[in-house]
């Protein structure tokens, strides 16, 4: 299964960007779907997840350093997902992937992962 992440680009600092994940393999809406970043040089690491619509805990996380300027959509219409990020910074910077997974997870074992989207925020 591969997704794909799209919607990357070179933005100001302060902008808008409306990342998406989608795949004509799988149902998104039946796995949870997880949003990661890689910044030059660092590790990857998750930005925030959505559960499945069947899953009992129904709460959206996000990491603390996009939180309040993030929010993790689904359009189930067009089986795609999307991260839209507000107010970039340049340490938001980096390479962005989605995952998927059945399981009710957040991780970096999530089973089907998308090439990523390079994000670059710069004056």
């Known amino acids: 299964v591969q997704l794909q992440a799209s919607g990357g680009g070179l933005v100001q600092p302060g902008d808008s960007l409306r990342l998406s994940c989608a795949t004509s393999a799988i149902t998104l809406d039946y796995y949870a779907i997880g949003w990661f970043r890689q910044a030059p040089g660092k590790g990857r690491e998750v930005v925030g997840c959505?559960?499945?619509?069947?899953?009992?805990?129904?709460?959206?996380y996000y990491a603390d350093s996009v939180k309040g300027r993030s929010t993790i959509s689904r359009d189930n219409a067009k089986n795609t997902v999307y991260l839209q990020m507000n107010s970039l910074k340049p340490e938001d910077t980096a390479v962005y992937y989605c995952a998927a997974d059945a399981r009710q997870v957040c991780s970096f074992d999530m089973h089907h992962w998308g090439k990523g989207t390079q994000v670059t925020v710069s004056s």
């Open positions: 959505i559960p499945s619509i069947t899953s009992s805990d129904d709460s959206t």
